[in-house]
């Protein structure tokens, strides 16, 4: 749509979502949380640019920023985890048992054997972003859902990508100078879309999505210890436009963080209803 009116997509940032649990693995004990993820963002260069708590969902998130992301246009991170320990008990129990015996990459093996061949290692680190446990049992991932739709998602879908995020500020088309013309376009080719735009104006952000798309996810059959297929939330595309703000009087920047209520709602777009 953006480049059909003559305009330019970039991304703002990319968002995953992981899991605060300590477990073993080939590589002795590892946190599944951000501190995973964050090995592969500050080899690339990224540094810690913000943080923020969401205690009634029990999650956690911080974002990166690279120190030259305007000069070569690139995306933040905005990486969340799910603090397991403060679910109840039988929840955490179920978590814990599904992820066991995860097989994780060294990143510094990684970077260490391919850093010479660029696109060698480009590929291996693809596989970061996979599933590095063996599917979840179907009742396990309905309970879990009961609890937090967000632990049942990453037991699905694992580091997969949660959501890339349209820069609305960057279309440089006067059809779709803002978010609000760029919702409504997406609407009016049959793309399903969130009701509101999150955020405002004074705040620095306003950000809404696509609906989550729904694809089929591989569980064991509780009975025949099968795989089966199952249908489930995946990723959705955020679209976003940044404000300035005044960060002291007289000087207005523009706003480059995250609002955390924005971001608590975005949450709620893969729910799965059950």
């Known amino acids: 749509m ?66 030259q992301q305007e000069e070569f246009d690139l995306p933040k991170l905005f990486i969340s985890e799910l603090i397991v320990d403060e679910l109840p008990e039988k929840t955490a129990q179920l978590i814990q048992k599904t992820v066991s015996g995860v097989n994780l990459f060294s990143f510094s093996a990684i970077f260490d054997t391919y850093s010479h061949d660029r696109d060698r290692l480009a590929k291996e ?27 049942a998602w990453v037991l699905l879908h694992g580091y997969a990508v949660n959501h890339f995020t349209g820069y609305v500020n960057r279309q440089n088309t006067p059809e779709y100078p803002d978010i609000d013309t760029t919702a409504r376009g997406l609407a009016n080719l049959g793309v399903p879309m969130k009701a509101e735009i999150e955020g405002d104006v004074a705040c620095g952000l ?13 569980v064991l059959d509780d009975i025949t210890d099968t ?30 963080g995250f609002l955390g209520k924005n971001a608590q709602q975005l949450f709620e777009m893969t729910r799965v209803n059950r």
């Open 2 to 67: 953006i480049t059909n009116a003559g305009g330019t997509v970039a991304n703002d940032h990319i968002a995953f979502r992981s899991l605060r649990l300590t477990v073993d693995s080939s590589h002795g004990k590892v946190n599944l949380g951000i501190d995973y993820l964050a090995q592969l963002a500050e080899a690339l260069g990224y540094e810690a640019a913000g943080e923020y708590t969401f205690p009634d969902s029990h999650l956690y998130a911080r974002h990166y920023r690279h120190p």
């Open 125 to 151: 680190l693809q596989k970061v972003f996979t599933y590095h446990w063996q599917p979840p049992h179907r009742s396990v991932v309905e309970e879990v859902n009961k609890v937090t739709q967000y632990g």
């Open 206 to 218: 306003r950000q809404t999505a696509t609906q989550a798309v729904t694809e089929y996810v591989t």
């Open 227 to 256: 795989e089966i297929q199952i249908p489930w939330t995946y990723a959705y595309y955020e679209i976003a436009q940044r404000y300035m703000v005044e960060v002291e009087p007289g000087k207005p920047m523009l706003f480059d």
